[in-house]
């Protein structure tokens, strides 16, 4: 399980007051707005603590100032680099509900416990998410819709999903 989300990453820099143009990588990207702390993670490994001031949006950028922060040439050098927040912090869940960082890498194993492969991606579609597995036999990617009738048990702690190999699907 991990212990950190990334929630965007700094694209450019934003006027002359430090302020920077965040590409969010969260499902809901108006959380900025009451976020109040995220660790931004430089090029050279560095991982600083920064106070968000304020954030407010424009186009599908998410344009936030730092406390930390008051003038472009002390922001310009986190172009492309990510920011994240504490678990605790992240959006809360419904039962049966997980964070994608949790199921990454996960063995997927039919019902009868035989391991298929390994989870290596989430795609979101419009009508429901799609698991990309990477086959343990073969390396070849498959593509597993997560519906109640492909998907019958998702065990984090276990380290596994448990599908029904439908009719067509390897």
Do not use: W
């Amino acid at each position: 399980m991990t212990d950190r989300f990334q929630v965007g990453v700094i694209a450019s820099t934003h006027g002359l007051q430090g302020e920077v143009n965040v590409f969010p990588t969260t499902e809901d990207p108006s959380r900025f707005k009451k976020l109040k702390q995220v660790v931004l993670h430089t090029q050279r490994g560095e991982e600083l603590l920064l106070d968000v001031v304020s954030a407010r949006f424009f186009k599908k950028f998410v344009i936030v100032k730092f406390k930390q922060f008051n003038n472009i040439n002390e922001v310009e050098k986190f172009r492309g680099c990510e920011l994240t927040i504490d678990r605790k912090d992240a959006i809360k869940l419904q039962p049966g509900e997980y964070y994608c960082a949790d199921l990454i890498g996960l063995s997927i194993v039919d019902e009868d416990g035989s391991e298929l492969g390994t989870l290596t991606e989430i795609l979101q579609t419009g009508a429901n998410d799609v698991y990309e597995m990477t086959r343990k036999d073969s390396g070849e990617k498959v593509y597993i819709p997560a519906i109640r009738d492909c998907i019958k048990e998702i065990d984090p702690e276990g380290g596994r999903i448990v599908i029904h190999v439908m009719d067509g699907l390897l």
